[in-house]
């Protein structure tokens, strides 16, 4: 019996690697948009502006204090009753983006804050606008501080992908899930959807923990 | 937007969402403690000089640490019956968020012993402690305190992600959301106070980890 299953689950292989392009396809999509948002985020989160920094506190706290599945079946369930439809990719891409960014703003403003106030005055005293300080003197320091959580946080977010699953995105997850109704070998259907998922995690724990080894 | 927003509904399925509530923290600390001696054991394994139990522990570490909970879940509900093991869907949450939660912790752990400088051991050597000694009065009373915030930002995760076991069918507090959502098709006011509870539960967590943190920062100034 086991033999057959494993036949039938090399047949519908393709299967899953349709999956696994649509599980790629969402992760890279809500990285760079989490990394730009959360960057945005971020520089105005340790920014001088209170008023500003306090709110988006308060957002980076709503975000963090629920869970990802709650968030995805208020977006995917409750703004069509406010007039607005959404697919079930983009839905689950403004998850992750509203999700991601709000993680990726803690590591920001902790690497900005990181910074001594002397770096920033002597910007300031070179006659660098806003921008360029910013550009050429704060962020690149930061980055040190930044780089290593920030790529642990992808591996979360790659992770958290799978949870999109819950509203139909055809990704690896929702495929397993398709799959073990037909054929119900568990143990198989899920270690294949592991060991994809590890394919693409694992490089990204490697390059983080090497990271965190230089960096430190 | 949110004009009719509708209380007395709330109010009517508030014992639900209450009994949702009690079943999210009973499984929270079940598996939080079951987790904190996991992490204990995978750890104590991980850096052991011993490569037979060496290896494995880092392979269970790595690979809990590199697939989603929801596939780990998944793999324990559909594949501990197809080994002949039938338990109800509550236990194989807990057993999930155990064996997740315990890599990530032993992780924290041996983050914290190795956090202790090279010549505190040496001083242990010198003075003529043996490795018990060694453990018990200069190593762990400083990793302790380089461990407890992260161990509280792991509860946190791990209260979150008990929301996933909604989609195994246990009855906590996510699936309560669920249920009256598909009873009375009122997802705005399900889902806002499972939401609510949720951060309930985080504002207390977090300032105890802040509290925890401050205390430690504390510590170390003097």
């Known amino acids: ?216 | 937007m949110l004009a009719d927003f509708n209380f007395r509904i709330i109010f009517e399925y508030m014992p639900l969402f209450l009994n949702g509530l009690k079943s999210t923290f009973l499984i929270s600390i079940i598996s939080i403690i079951l987790a904190l001696m996991t992490g204990i054991v995978a750890c104590s394994c991980r850096i052991s000089g011993i490569k037979i139990i060496k290896y494995p522990a880092i392979a269970y570490i790595e690979i809990m640490r590199s697939t989603p909970l929801l596939v780990q879940i998944y793999f324990l509900y559909f594949g501990l019956p197809t080994l002949g093991l039938r338990i109800p869907e509550i236990q194989t949450g807990i057993l999930a968020l155990m064996l997740n939660s315990g890599a990530y912790i032993a992780e924290i752990i041996r983050a914290g012993i190795s956090s202790v400088d090279e010549g505190q051991i040496e001083a242990g050597v010198a003075s003529g402690l043996n490795y018990v000694q060694r453990m018990r009065f200069i190593i762990l009373p400083q990793a302790l305190g380089v461990t407890v915030p992260p161990l509280l930002g792991q509860a946190i995760v791990l209260v979150k992600d008990s929301a996933l076991l909604s989609l195994i069918s246990v009855a906590e507090l996510t699936r309560s959301g669920q249920t009256m959502t598909s009873e009375r098709l009122m997802p705005a006011e399900a889902f806002f106070t499972v939401a609510f509870f949720y951060i309930c539960i985080y504002l207390c967590l977090k300032t105890f980890s802040d509290w925890s943190q401050k205390k430690l920062i504390y510590r170390e100034a003097y």
């Not at chain 1, 709650?70 to 959404?86: C, D, K, M, S, Y």
């Open chain 1, 1 to 216: 019996m086991m033999a057959f299953y494993f036949q039938r689950l090399v047949e519908i292989f393709p299967f899953f690697l349709l999956g696994l392009w649509m599980t790629v396809k969402v992760a890279f999509i809500s990285l760079f948009n989490c990394t730009i948002l959360g960057f945005v985020l971020g520089i105005f989160r340790a920014g001088k502006n209170k008023f500003i920094s306090r709110i988006i506190g308060v957002y980076v706290s709503l975000i963090r204090g629920t869970p990802f599945v709650v968030q995805i079946f208020i977006i995917f369930f409750i703004l069509p009753e406010w007039g607005i439809q959404l697919e079930a990719f983009p839905a689950a891409l403004l998850a992750m983006a509203i999700m991601g960014s709000a993680f990726i703003c803690e590591i920001v403003a902790g690497g900005i804050n990181s910074i001594p106030k002397g770096q920033w005055e002597a910007a300031v005293s070179s006659g660098l606008s806003l921008f360029q300080q910013l550009r050429f003197v704060v962020v690149p320091q930061a980055m040190k501080v930044i780089l290593p959580p920030l790529v642990g946080q992808y591996v979360l977010l790659i992770k958290d992908t799978s949870v999109v699953s819950v509203i139909g995105v055809m990704e690896l997850t929702r495929v397993g899930w398709i799959t073990v109704v037909r054929i119900p070998e568990g143990l198989m259907v899920f270690s294949l959807v592991g060991v994809l998922y590890f394919v693409i995690s694992y490089p990204l724990i490697l390059l983080s923990n090497y990271l965190e080894r230089r960096m430190a």
